[in-house]
């Protein structure tokens, strides 16, 4: 069963364009330094692999959220939407 | 009764001082550019009113997830923990 999942990431500059590529991978884009989507367990485990081995842990921060589902009841966008995809339940 | 949300935002440098002040009022810092924390539902459309007179609409953006409560199953933290409050349910 798939997870809903917000990952938002802090990380060196250096290592921005990799953390990005491989959140590319699995999730939707929705903003700078954040992305969400349905993931399955095998997939969340080689993100987090993969984020893992490219992160220094003693520098950068990435917060991974997990829900049972879409679940958050609505998402209000200020100003620009920049990403294009829609979680609107 | 109180929302949980979660702020996450994506504006440009010359506003990031005052967004960040406004959010400090009202949620707990977790990490560069994401709050979270329960609220209120006055406090929550204060917070939207001064977030809209800060952001230049066109320019800049930032996503509240609304969610009943703390919703989120699991929070999980790869390299630093930068924010000092925990939320695991």
Redesign the interface.
């Known amino acids: 069963m798939s997870n809903f999942i ?1 990952v ?4 060196h500059q250096k290592r921005v364009a990799k953390v990005l590529k491989t959140c590319r991978k699995y999730l939707h884009w ?5 992305f969400e989507g349905e993931i399955t367990p095998a997939n969340l485990q080689r993100l ?1 692999d993969e ?2 081995s490219i ?14 589902r879409k ?12 990403g294009g995809e829609n979680y609107f339940i």
Request: a negative charge; glycine letters at 2%; zero cysteines.
């Open positions: 917000i938002v990431y802090d990380v929705v903003q700078n330094s954040v987090i984020l893992n992160i220094d842990p003693e520098y950068d921060s990435i917060i991974i959220y997990f829900f049972r679940a958050y009841t609505e998402r209000r966008i200020l100003g620009q939407e920049k």
